[in-house]
């Protein structure tokens, strides 16, 4: 199957900074990539849908300058999660998808964000 | 809006044996996929199976296969010959509008295989 990457992993960060979340399509060229946020033993809200060259699309109650998504190529897309407080402790994943897919989403492993 | 409903928080299975997963849905679509997707403590997501709603015949993919009930809205998932390996979060998925790419998910269902 195609394979997704993010980068980092792992991220800890003092409040008040920003970070960057990275998702890659490694294989395929992703026309929408998605973003989930994931709480502890809960499942995946959708927090934006991003399209290549075009502007994101939020969900109701996600805040777009906060959490900030870049979908500059065909196979990346970053969140950046500016000043980040401790509320924003989270696991983060990405998912893609692509004309090559066949209505599957293929998603990265997922970034645990600690903020302090 | 569309729901995903699975109702079993927690199960548990013996090696080997067979469980089976629920989920029911509601839309007004008539024409959709439905998937099921597995989270392991890796907390990865992988699909296991998917169904397209035209179709009468339930999906199979080797020890995973569903029993899709379209008028009950109904899509359950049945592991035979469970396997420690299965050990995981199973969340059932469902296009969140017609011909929508995004997903709603349910909240899941925790299964333990137990040697």
């Known amino acids: 199957g195609a394979v997704v990457s993010q980068h980092p992993s792992r991220v800890i960060c003092k409040s008040g900074t920003s970070v960057k979340i990275e998702c890659r399509s490694l294989?395929?060229?992703?026309?929408?990539m998605f973003w989930y946020r994931q709480f502890p033993k809960q499942s995946l809200m959708l927090m934006a849908t991003?399209?290549?060259?075009?502007?994101?699309?939020?969900e109701q109650g996600v805040e777009k300058d906060k959490f900030l998504i870049n979908h500059a190529s065909l196979t990346l897309s970053t969140l950046t999660v500016t000043s980040a407080h401790p509320e924003d402790s989270s696991f983060y994943i990405c998912?893609?998808?692509?004309?090559?897919?066949?209505?599957?989403?293929?998603f990265g492993p997922g970034t645990r964000l600690t903020v302090l | 809006a569309q729901t995903v409903t699975q109702s079993q928080p927690e199960m548990s299975v013996q090696e080997a044996e067979t469980v089976t997963l629920s989920c029911t849905y509601d839309?007004?679509?008539?024409?959709?996929?439905l998937f099921w997707y597995k989270q392991p403590p890796s907390r990865q997501m992988i699909l296991v199976i998917r169904?397209?709603?035209?179709?009468?015949q339930n999906a199979t993919e080797n020890r995973f296969s569903v029993n899709f009930q379209k008028a009950a809205k109904s899509f359950s998932l049945k592991i035979s010959d469970s396997q420690l390996g299965d050990t995981a979060m199973y969340f059932c998925?469902?296009?969140?509008?017609?011909?929508?790419?995004?997903?709603?998910f349910g909240k899941g269902t925790k299964l333990t295989v137990n040697p």
């Open positions: 998912s893609a998808l692509g004309q090559s897919t066949y209505n599957e989403q293929f």
């Open positions: 294989d395929f060229q992703a026309t929408t």
């Open positions: 991003s399209n290549e060259g075009s502007k994101a699309t939020y």
């Open positions: 839309t007004s679509e008539s024409n959709y996929y």
């Open positions: 169904q397209e709603a035209y179709k009468q």
């Open positions: 998925a469902f296009p969140s509008s017609g011909g929508s790419e995004k997903l709603v």
